[in-house]
């Protein structure tokens, strides 16, 4: 069926009758999309009178779902998220805001849905408000119409792109190149079909950041006769260093798989060194190796006040010695991250604990040293000297 609404209440009306007549979505293991594709609006019909409304959903959702041998019994309503739902909702909406460099209404509140329906809440959150949670979480730019992290909006002067190409630009680049390489050239019809059907719902790039990519990569054959001009891979464009995985390119699951082997490599040669270490609450989360290496922190034996324990914890790595910090390490695989690194992280615990004395590390890849060198020795972190506490580390020793 196709679905349209962007009340969350509504779908899980949809999702609880659903349940009751023995079909559900079927489970990712199942179906990569979770049984749930996202169709985007047509560009002529975008200015009606319904879809002009405030927060209108564009587009629809079409849903397939699967029958089930016994209805399964539906839990009680709830109207609140628990804070780890929260968490777990803040953390996928960041990370696809980084993604696109922006996400407007309608594809926040699909992120939404999508999200909830990977938590198996559709059919049980009857919470049909989330604004609230939008606007302590994210930052909305009129202007820009989109939903922005703190970090990557000035207040005064909009949007600040911490990377030279979008994420989203990455994986079209990829999926580009990779139809290059099966065929010479191509028209512009068949190579947005190509796109549109690799990279859907949250991972789906507009038709700009698509023709960007093929103004950047692909150079233009024009035919005569009425024939349709065709696009061929530039000589001049390299291959892409991204990373493709059941062809869904996920920048962030790349650059995550990257970013934790080398916290793991650094945790192995520090270990071997005689220290022992601590790895960020995230990494063990998601690296069960990580969780072996990682020891236990003490707040009270370290001597940190409680908001400042909260944010050590979240430290990619920590190098101890009899139970000491003598450094913090944070990892940096991606521009997208290195304001929480600085800022987040080093800049927000130095203020809340000023006398910790233990060496500050970024390590990050030699082609950001100089965008990092720009990040940390901004105005505010001159004055507060953070600029001369925190060391620019290049990634150069796997």
Not at 21 to 39: C, T, V, W
Not at 92 to 98: C, M
Not at 329 to 347: C, P, W
Not at 389 to 395: A, G, Q, S
């Amino acid at each position: 069926m196709t679905f349209h609404n962007r009340n969350v209440s509504v779908w899980m009306a949809l999702h609880r009758a659903a349940y009751r007549a023995g079909f559900k979505l079927p489970e990712r293991s199942e179906d990569r999309n979770h049984g749930m594709i996202y169709q985007d609006y047509i560009e002529n019909f975008k200015q009606t009178f319904h879809s002009r409304a405030p927060g209108s959903l564009l587009g629809d959702f079409i849903l397939t779902f699967k029958k089930v041998e016994e209805p399964e019994r539906i839990d009680d309503l709830i109207y609140e998220l628990t804070t780890g739902q929260q968490k777990r909702l803040e953390e996928r909406i960041r990370t696809v805001i980084e993604y696109h460099g922006g996400l407007d209404n309608t594809s926040i509140g699909n992120l939404v849905v999508e999200t909830l329906a990977d938590m198996n809440l559709l059919h049980r959150f009857a919470g049909s408000d989330l604004s609230g949670f939008y606007k302590s979480q994210f930052v909305y730019s009129k202007k820009e119409k989109k939903w922005y992290t703190r970090e990557m909006l000035d207040p005064a002067n909009g949007p600040i792109k911490i990377y030279d190409v979008l994420p989203v630009e990455r994986a079209v680049e990829h999926h580009l190149y990779s139809f290059f390489q099966e065929k010479k050239a191509a028209a512009q019809d068949e190579l947005l079909f190509f796109i549109f059907t690799k990279l859907i719902n949250s991972q789906r790039p507009g038709m700009e950041v698509v023709q960007n990519v093929m103004k950047r990569c692909c150079e233009r054959i024009p035919k005569k006769g009425g024939q349709r001009d065709v696009y061929m891979w530039k000589t001049s464009v390299p291959k892409p260093a991204a990373k493709l995985e059941n062809n869904q390119y996920d920048v962030f699951d790349a650059s995550e798989t990257g970013h934790n082997e080398i916290i793991g490599k650094l945790a192995e040669e520090y270990r071997r060194q005689g220290y022992s270490v601590h790895i960020g609450r995230t990494e063990v989360r998601k690296v069960k190796r990580l969780g072996e290496m990682s020891v236990e922190l003490d707040s009270y034996q370290l001597g940190i006040p409680s908001e400042g324990y909260d944010i050590i914890k979240e430290i990619d790595l920590l190098v101890l010695k009899n139970k000491t910090i003598i450094k913090a390490v944070e990892v940096v695989t991606t521009l997208s991250t290195l304001n929480k690194a600085i800022n987040d992280r080093f800049r927000n615990l130095l203020s809340i604990a000023p006398n910790l004395n233990f060496d500050l590390e970024i390590h990050l890849f030699n082609k950001d040293m100089d965008k990092a060198s720009k990040e940390l020795n901004t105005p505010a972190n001159v004055e507060t000297g953070l600029n001369k506490k925190v060391k620019l580390i290049p990634i150069s020793y796997f």
